[in-house]
């Protein structure tokens, strides 16, 4: 995960190698979170099978596609432009069609087609396998549209391309929608609910990523913690399952332990954690596999106990100290960053002081943080109203980050004179004599190149660092390698 200290929403043009049998281009955008990027690939493997290669560039394409996040107003302002910016090309160029994806898709549905008309197809997270019927719709002149939510569909059987890869890191999605109903998140009705993927698909894929050359993998999930396999079904339905069903059941912690055990030289980590739901086994699985990363995104959203209750944060701040305090104990040099929002509806300064002094406690590597974002269909939105001025807003949000800052700058400092096992991904963009990697705490790294390569494993030693990056030399190759 990239780290990131204020408000800041990523497109990505994904791009895959040419197919000579295939005679049409696509060229798809992907904005917000990992899921998002990992869906994206799904959805170029999905529609290599019909006919199209993908293409970075927009001028080459038929079919436009833009994968899409509802989870602040700025994202979908992004991608608004975007679309306005594709259908003016379509004034010069006819024949290209343009289909938005992903949660932005599920929250408007048709509205995009029939009122706004900026698009010729909606297709919502649980329908990617529909989009060869859905694409022949508008090549017959028709609008189509699929935003049905599924209770059983994980793209467990469908092997994602790589796009834009640097061929050592990966995203393994393992779980898909989220049960948490926090008041401020759409999530649950643009992904639906949590339901998990095959534990032997995963590691199957796992082992397909190594004898790739692939060397780390992140598996990723809306909460992947709440990961429980007992055959498939909603996670809802767990209890009505069978004493046999029961008894076989793989958690995360197992999920963890199968992967780490597959692969013992790739490295292993997990986005997105709940700390209501991450439980004591977990914090020991990682404390047991050397391969497991030691870093852990817990977002934890406010420091208020009474502002955790009104966005339905099932923990309190002492519940989350404890954990904190549990991942110190058992992962010591383990790395915790976190999601905070500010000005969320009825929070006062009091609220605001508490989530600084829960900062100042945890003392976290690094964060991402924002100004609170009404969303529409949201509980938030429809029973609180949003009553926090935005000055008041963004001097709480720039506190946050300033503090962030501070706490990030203390914890590189940490790492000063150590010699830590860095995997190289590429080139630094500052310098290309230089490499740039990531240590187990999910800290990126630049080196000098001297004969090293991409995708292998070294140790460097640190000499020097910003709040956050670490500079240093090579040492000498890792024994993962």
């Known amino acids: 995960m990239e780290k990131i200290i204020e408000e800041k929403n990523q497109g990505t043009a994904l791009t895959l190698e040419k197919d000579q049998k295939n005679t049409r281009n696509l060229y798809i955008e992907s904005y917000g979170c990992q899921m998002n990027f990992s869906d994206s690939e799904i959805v170029a493997s ?20 833009v994968n899409t ?10 991608v608004r432009k975007r679309l306005e910016k594709f259908n003016a090309v379509k004034k010069t160029r006819p024949h290209i069609r343009v289909g938005v994806l992903g949660c932005m898709a599920e929250r408007l549905k048709s ?30 002149g028709r609008n189509a549209v699929n935003v049905i939510l599924s209770k059983d569909e994980t793209y467990g059987d469908v092997a994602p391309v790589r796009l834009n890869s640097n061929g050592v890191t990966a995203f393994v999605s393992i779980t898909r929608g989220c049960d948490n109903m926090c008041t401020f998140c759409v999530v649950p009705f643009t992904r639906g609910r ?41 996670k809802k ?12 059941a793989v958690n995360f912690s197992n999920l963890l332990a199968l992967v ?9 980590r997990f986005s997105t954690s709940n700390p209501q739901d991450m439980t004591l086994d977990v914090i020991e699985t990682m404390a047991r596999f050397k391969n497991i990363c030691n870093y852990i995104h817990l977002p934890v959203q406010s420091g208020s106990d009474r502002i955790l209750k009104a966005m339905n944060r099932l923990h309190t701040r002492e519940e989350y100290f ?35 002094s829960l900062m100042e406690y945890v003392k976290y590597d690094f964060g991402f943080m924002f100004a609170y974002s009404e969303r529409p269909g949201t509980l938030a939105a429809r029973k609180l109203m949003d009553n926090i001025p935005e000055e008041a807003k963004k001097r709480r949000l720039s506190e946050v980050i300033d503090l962030q800052l501070k706490h990030s700058l203390q914890r590189t400092k940490e790492h000063l004179g150590k010699i830590e096992e860095v995997l190289i991904e590429g080139t630094s963009k500052k310098s290309e004599l230089q490499w740039m990697g990531r240590n187990s705490q999910n800290t990126v790294v630049v080196f000098p190149k001297e004969n090293y390569a991409v995708g292998e494993f070294v140790m460097v030693r640190i000499e020097d660092c910003t709040s956050a990056t670490l500079m240093g030399k090579a040492v000498g190759y890792s024994e993962n390698n």
């Open 111 to 140: 509205k995009l087609l029939e009122e706004e008309r900026i698009v010729d197809m909606v297709v919502g997270p649980d329908a990617y396998k529909d989009l060869p019927n859905l694409i022949r719709e508008i090549d017959e």
């Open 46 to 65: 999905i529609l290599a099978q019909e006919g199209f290669n993908t293409t970075n560039s927009l001028e080459e394409a038929d079919l436009v596609l």
């Open 69 to 78: 996040c509802s989870i602040r107003e700025k994202a979908e302002q992004t």
């Open 194 to 234: 949590e339901r998990s993927r095959d534990p032997q698909s995963i590691v199957h894929e796992v082992n397909e990523l190594w004898e790739k050359g692939y060397r780390e993998v992140t598996l990723l999930g809306q909460n992947v913690d709440s990961y429980l396999w007992y055959g498939g079904g909603l």
């Open 260 to 268: 780490a055990e597959a692969q013992p030289r790739m490295r292993i």
């Open 322 to 356: 404890e954990l904190i305090n549990n991942i110190r104990k058992i992962i010591p040099d383990c790395a915790i960053s976190q999601d905070i929002i500010t000005g969320f509806p009825t929070e006062t300064e009091e609220d605001h002081q508490d989530t600084l």
């Open 237 to 248: 339905d767990f209890d009505a399952a069978s004493a046999i069903q029961k008894a076989t």
